[in-house]
């Protein structure tokens, strides 16, 4: 990963906060309406974390691989990631 490692973690970190408020919600009984925003909220920035450590992918490590004469392994690898996304 490149620079957007700083970027990727700091995604990481605010997913992390996010479900510690929701676990705290919880815990304090919180409106169920009000819990399920927050997870809805969690669900997309993780979404953003997928959609950002792929396009780094894409960039870095699929070139990288193509041209270590790594095709085959590289494109089963993209397409166990196609299935995983196809089945959600």
Do not use: F, W
């Not at 919600?25 to 792929?54: G, P, S």
């Amino acid at each position: 990963m490149r620079a957007d490692k700083q970027e990727v973690l700091k995604r990481c970190n605010y997913i992390d906060g996010h479900l510690k408020g929701i676990r705290k919600m919880i815990e304090e009984d919180k409106y169920c309406v009000d819990i399920l925003r927050q997870t809805y909220a969690v669900r997309k920035a993780i979404e953003k974390l997928e959609a950002m450590i792929l396009e780094n992918h894409l960039q870095t490590c699929v070139p990288e691989g193509i041209n270590s004469g790594r095709t085959e392994a590289i494109v089963e690898e993209l397409v166990q990631l196609y299935s995983l996304a196809a089945n959600r």
